[in-house]
Each structure stands twice: as structure tokens, then as C-alpha cells.
């Protein structure tokens, strides 16, 4: 159980293109969904916590016009990074938890490369 | 807000033995404690987890142990084979639901 589905896995493309990243759980309802960038050899760093229905927080120094998170569903957020740059070339993760006490179960990430 | 300490950042054991890795955390009241296992190009596993009115818990050959006082917790992982080799990652929150503070990772590589 608690499975997350986090989709595409890699992303190439050129600078300037927009791109979404989709972080579904499968067999539960993720009341709270998080986001996390991680650069190589270090550790996660929060971007921001979104809950069903409701608008993103966001994180200290996190541009939230530059990272869009939308959470319509209790099955579905989406990350999407606008007018990408090369500078924003990472590993994206998204996690999920259902309610009450339930820990935080994460997808297996997004590489995204922009050239 | 929450800081969590992790040491060491790389930890090379021999295949059968014993490896522990260890977080100090700064605040109080912080009191859930997870870890995770993070594999290669892999999201983070949740492989174990201790609540702040336990003191220790196992499952298997990996076992957590927790000090309140000394705001301390660590991971063993007894017997390592060469598939316990990743990246292990401790946190600490408030509550099991809210947002994580990690440690900053150790690498971990079990030689055969």
C-alpha cells in the first residue's frame, strides 16, 4: 500500500519551455502533498505543501510564479516549472500522506534537465 | 525552526556487520522520527519510524533508537548485505503528517 506515482521520471528539454510534472497516490487519498528539489549529493530541500482544494505554501526563497502547484484532486497535484531555465535543472520529488498520523510516502522522481 | 544533524555523511562496511548512523534534532518538540532509504536515481523509501513515547523499535535487522533528552536518534542496520547500500536520510517533525526537516544524508556502502 501507500504508493506514489510520480510521472515522467525524465525530462529533457530547451530553455524557456514550461513543464509539468504530475505526482499521483495510487491506492490512498493524499489529503497533503509535498514537493522537493534535490541537487546532487544533497539532501531534500521543501518547496512547498499543498493541500486539497487549497492554494500551495510556499517555502522561503521558493517562487511561487515560477513554480506553479496545482492540487484539483485528493489523488493529484501537479508541479509545474514556467519558462524553465538551466538553472532549474534538478531532481523533483513529490510525497504524499493520507490523514490523521499517516507518514509521508514519495514518488521516485523527476529528473529534469534543461538546456 | 527544526535543524537536523546527521553524521556520518559516508559509512563503508563490510558485508555482515553492523552500521549506525546517527541525528541530533534542536527542537523539542519535535516527536516523529522517520527514516528513509534513497536508491539511485529513486525517490526516498520510508523504512522505519519511531514516535516520541517510544524509546526504540525494530523490525528485522533494522532498528531505531530514540533519547529525548539528548534530542538524539539512530539508525541500525545489523548483518548488511550489499543491497543495504544507498543514501539513508533521518527527519523530524511535529507530527507524523506535517512537513519534514531531513538530515543531510548518509551514503552508505556495504562491500562484499
Known amino acids: 500500500g501507500a504508493v506514489v506515482s510520480q510521472h515522467p521520471s525524465r525530462v529533457i528539454c530547451k530553455s524557456g519551455t514550461s513543464v509539468k510534472i504530475e505526482c499521483r497516490s495510487l491506492d490512498f487519498q493524499a489529503t497533503t502533498m509535498f514537493w522537493y528539489r534535490q541537487f546532487p549529493k544533497q539532501s531534500l530541500m521543501l518547496m512547498a505543501t499543498s493541500n486539497e482544494g487549497s492554494k500551495a505554501t510556499y517555502e522561503q526563497g521558493v517562487e511561487k510564479d515560477k513554480f506553479l502547484i496545482n492540487h484539483a484532486s485528493l489523488t493529484l497535484s501537479t508541479l509545474t516549472v514556467t519558462s524553465a531555465h538551466p538553472e532549474d535543472s534538478s531532481f523533483y520529488i513529490c510525497s504524499a500522506r493520507g490523514q490523521g498520523r499517516e507518514p509521508q510516502h514519495f514518488g521516485d522522481g523527476t529528473r529534469l534537465s534543461i538546456l | 525552526g527544526e535543524n537536523v544533524e546527521q553524521h556520518p555523511s559516508t559509512l563503508s562496511v563490510q558485508e555482515g556487520d553492523s552500521a549506525v548512523i546517527k541525528c541530533t534534532y534542536s527542537?523539542?518538540?519535535?516527536?516523529?522520527f522517520p527514516w528513509y532509504k534513497q536508491e539511485l536515481g529513486k525517490g526516498p523509501q520510508l523504512i522505519i519510524d519511531i514516535r516520541s513515547n517510544v524509546g526504540e523499535k525494530k523490525d528485522q535487522r533494522i532498528a531505531v533508537t530514540l533519547n529525548k533528552t539528548a534530542k538524539h536518534f539512530s539508525l541500525h542496520i545489523t548483518e548488511t548485505q550489499p543491497e543495504d547500500s544507498a543514501v539513508y536520510f533521518c527527519a523530524a517533525t511535529k507530527a507524523a503528517g506535517n512537513k519534514l526537516t531531513f538530515g543531510g544524508g548518509t551514503r552508505v556502502l556495504v562491500k562484499p
Open positions: 527542537d523539542s518538540a519535535s516527536n516523529y
